[in-house]
């Protein structure tokens, strides 16, 4: 009978070796990803709608309400905030619509029923029968016809006397008084019973710079 030799030697300590490299291998465990948290699904394209159309601010038990008040007017946020900083800005101010004959110039105002008129005696003022009240700038929008305007300026320049190239109608324009607002024809808005009276001043455009110098209020009426 013959025995099995033990191994020895560096033959014994190289399989021994082998055996806990082999053993190793099979034990190794793949590294987790994260820590076993699931990743948070995407939102739906409903979802990301929804929070589009929702407004930034945090109306907290408003929103309800808030909401109503866009499906009731058919509005989007931006023009229902619209709506509600224009009632609060301009409390105690109507909006008036007008434009010219044709209609290719159309605006929007914001002032008030009881109007503020000025009847200049100027040159111009006199041949075009130009009666207007003044608003500033931030009051005033054109909603349409801004290619259809040309302008007419004279002496200083300063005054733009915009008017509609169609029908040659002059229905608002930028009067040398007051720069940085608008002088609006009354006679150009929509007659829609908006306006309860107007009230005529009379202005002697002849000597504009000792009429503005003598004027109290006339440079403040576009001031926001």
């Known amino acids: 009978m013959v025995k099995a030799r033990?191994?020895?030697g560096k033959g014994a300590k190289a399989t021994a070796a082998a055996e806990k490299s082999q053993g190793s291998k099979s034990l190794a465990v793949p590294p987790k990803k994260g820590r076993g948290r699931k990743p948070d699904p995407l939102p739906s394209k409903q979802e990301q709608k929804e929070s589009e159309e929702q407004p930034l601010l945090d109306l907290g038990a408003q929103k309800q309400r808030w909401l109503s008040f866009l499906k009731l007017r058919?509005?989007?946020?931006?023009?229902?905030?619209?709506?509600?900083?224009?009632?609060?800005?301009?409390?105690?101010?109507?909006?008036?619509?007008?434009?010219?004959?044709?209609?290719?110039?159309?605006?929007?105002?914001?002032?008030?029923?009881?109007?503020?008129?000025?009847?200049c005696n100027c040159s111009i003022c006199v041949k075009k029968q130009n009666r207007h009240f003044i608003v500033p700038a931030t009051r005033f929008k054109l909603l349409k016809g801004s290619d259809n305007l040309t302008t007419y300026t004279f002496n200083t320049h300063k005054a733009k006397h915009t008017f509609c190239k169609t029908c040659g109608v002059q229905s608002?324009?930028?009067?040398?008084?007051?720069?940085?607002?608008?002088?609006?024809?009354?006679?150009?808005?929509?007659?829609?019973?908006?306006?309860?009276?107007i009230n005529v001043e009379q202005i002697n455009g002849k000597e504009w710079e000792k009429a503005m110098k003598e004027h109290k209020t006339i440079r403040g009426m576009s001031k926001s």
Do not use: Q
């Open 172 to 197: 608002f324009y930028t009067p040398r008084s007051n720069p940085d607002g608008y002088g609006i024809a009354p006679h150009c808005l929509d007659d829609d019973g908006t306006m309860h009276s």
């Open 6 to 8: 033990k191994a020895s």
């Open 74 to 119: 058919n509005l989007n946020a931006e023009e229902a905030a619209k709506l509600l900083l224009d009632s609060f800005e301009y409390k105690g101010l109507v909006k008036y619509t007008g434009g010219c004959h044709c209609g290719a110039v159309r605006f929007e105002v914001w002032a008030s029923t009881d109007l503020h008129v000025f009847d």
